[in-house]
């Protein structure tokens, strides 16, 4: 039987310190603890389970909020024979619902994340994937796109063609950068006035530019895909000017997908579809843990050990931002 310290440490060891269940064996067996792999992938599920209750009601007052990121990333799956591509989709809320929740599916098509943003009426902001547009005109959402996938358009374009109109490009929205790194002190209201004032202007000259500039660039250039991707988007690229709450990119939720990505390198797969889903559970809770700069060790025990005799009509108060840990009973 296992303690909720030992179970603690072993999902922290995997979802945060990315060291694979078989490198934990190998660890706990020096220590002469003889725990096999199976145990430990059993257990794992097994927590998953259960603590998957509290990332339910972290979708749900995500999906309550105004603003929520979305993204997605690989994540291959064991199957007879050979691994198969199924993915990690995170949904970033905003500050009214500081939560990143994870769904782990088999595939990349519109059914997984329509599952999960089922009931969001708020603004939804991600990159240029096909299927979040097509949500976003089918949930009747706004649709929010991101500057840093644009400027990484130009700056491409610029590194690998030495493109001076590329390279004024990338530096107009570095001018949008800077306006923003103004705007962060301020409330929503103050920052919306100074996007208004001052990133609003810029951004009509910006794309007067840019309709300019497509006639000077073959359509497949690196030039030409940068300026029709932008082109493209001008009316989600000025979402976040109306809306002191949204930010200026994607961002946030990119670098809640970078631990899967990482994770992933370590332990290379999922064992199963039922790996995958305890996968989401962890890196969910983990990483809204960090969001509130908790100890997640510290946070995940406490909640293993308090999760079963804990009333269901109380279950926010074990929420990353609401916890308060408990003393371990002694005996």
């Known amino acids: 039987m296992a303690d909720a310290s030992l179970l603690s440490h072993v999902a922290v060891s995997k979802f945060a310190d990315h060291l694979p269940l078989h490198r934990q064996e190998v660890m706990l067996r020096r220590a002469g603890i003889d725990i096999s792999r199976w145990t430990l992938c059993n257990w794992v599920t097994a927590m998953a389970d259960q603590l998957a209750v509290l990332v339910e009601e972290m979708l749900r007052l995500v999906l309550r909020g105004r603003h929520a990121h979305v993204d997605e990333t690989t994540l291959p799956v064991l199957a007879p024979g050979k691994t198969k591509k199924s993915y990690v989709w995170s949904l970033v809320g905003g500050r009214d619902a500081p939560y990143s929740v994870y769904r782990f599916t088999d595939g990349r098509g519109r059914e997984g994340p329509a599952g999960f943003l089922e ?50 490009a990338v530096e107009t929205i570095r001018k949008l950068y800077k306006i923003e790194r103004d705007a962060q002190p301020l409330d929503d209201k103050r920052r919306r006035a ?28 690196p030039m030409g895909q940068a300026v029709s991707y932008a082109l493209n988007l001008r009316a989600q690229l000025r979402v976040y000017l109306k809306h002191g709450f949204v930010g200026i990119d994607n961002n946030p939720v990119e670098r809640a997908l970078r631990p899967v990505v990482i994770g992933r390198k370590n332990y290379l797969f999922a064992g199963n579809e039922a790996g995958g ?12 843990a960090k969001r509130h700069g908790l100890n997640v060790a510290d946070y995940l025990e406490d909640v293993i050990r308090r999760l079963a005799s804990h009333p ?15 003393p371990a009973p002694v005996g």
């Not at 305890?278 to 809770?285: H, K």
Request: proline letters at 4%; a positive charge; glycine letters at 4%.
């Open 119 to 168: 009931g969001f009426k708020g603004i939804l902001q991600s990159d240029a994937y096909a299927v979040y547009k097509t949500l976003s005109q089918q949930m009747q959402l706004k649709w929010a796109a991101c500057w840093a996938h644009v400027r990484r358009k130009f700056f491409d374009a610029f590194k690998s063609t030495g493109c001076a109109a590329a390279g004024q």
């Open 277 to 288: 889903k305890a996968a989401a559970v962890f890196y969910s809770l983990i990483e809204s």
């Open 312 to 326: 269901r009509n109380r279950i926010r108060e074990l929420l990353p931002d609401q916890w308060q840990p408990q």
């Open 194 to 221: 100074l996007r208004r004032k001052k990133a609003a202007p810029l951004i009509k000259r910006f794309f007067e530019w840019l309709e300019a500039q497509q006639f000077e660039f073959l359509p497949q250039s």
